[in-house]
């Protein structure tokens, strides 16, 4: 099915230790996002990519990373874990024209 | 004050009740999202409005430019509606780029 596919699902991981979540689309859009999901506050966005080549800082960007390595591809690094980036993380994807946005299903992470 | 707020934060209603989930919003914008996210699962778009109303199957959705309102509502509520029910603006944030502006999200729970 045509989607958002995220990976992993789950991950733990020590305070210092280096990860990164992957997110494929195969609906040829071209602007991609990452965001972070925490209790009691909205979705807020860490980084974007409006077209494949461009990347961008959202609202939380600090201790983050992001490569746009093609079309369909937005992988989000985490250099050096810290606790305060225990979440739960979606990777969306849109069509400009269409206004539509589809998610991934998601990455719980815990840092501990 | 947040850019989108939702009310009720928690709603608790009996089985084959009527269900309306309130969104108000403070910036201009060119289309507002209403989304479904059960729990620990993914993000799913259920709606996206830019004036009007939409209906799909028991769920309506409304939207007044003019006030910056919306509304989500569910006919004969069921226990499998039981979900955080989030409501997202699309904005323009400058050049030719548009963000995503989250509520925090309704929990409903629906009693059979």
């Known amino acids: 099915n045509a989607g958002v596919t995220q990976t992993p699902k789950f991950q733990v991981l020590k305070t210092g230790q280096s990860m990164t979540l992957q997110c494929a689309q195969d609906m040829n859009h071209n602007s991609m996002y990452w965001y972070r999901q925490d209790p009691g506050m909205g979705l807020r966005l860490i980084y974007y990519s409006a077209s494949e080549g461009t990347t961008d800082k959202g609202e939380v960007p600090n201790g983050y990373n992001v490569s746009r390595l093609n079309k369909r591809e937005f992988s989000l690094r985490l250099e050096s874990a810290a606790p305060s980036q225990t979440s739960v993380y979606f990777c969306?994807?849109?069509?400009?024209?269409?206004?539509?946005?589809?998610f991934g299903s998601g990455t719980r992470l815990t840092v501990v | 004050k947040n850019e989108v707020e939702q009310s009720p934060q928690n709603l608790t209603a009996q089985e084959g009740e009527f269900i309306t989930i309130n969104c108000s919003y403070s910036?201009?914008?060119?289309?507002l999202h209403w989304l479904q996210q059960h729990p620990g699962g993914g993000i799913v778009s259920l709606f996206m409005?830019?004036?009007g109303k939409k209906k799909h199957g028991r769920l309506i959705a409304t939207i007044n430019i003019q006030e910056k309102h919306s509304s989500l509502h569910i006919t004969a509520s069921h226990p499998r509606d039981s979900a955080v029910y989030i409501c997202a603006v699309r904005s323009w944030s400058g050049g030719s780029n548009y963000k995503l502006t989250f509520g925090k999200g309704t929990l409903l729970t629906v009693n059979p």
């Open positions: 910036v201009g914008i060119s289309a």
């Open positions: 969306a994807s849109s069509d400009l024209y269409s206004y539509g946005y589809t």
């Open positions: 409005l830019s004036s």
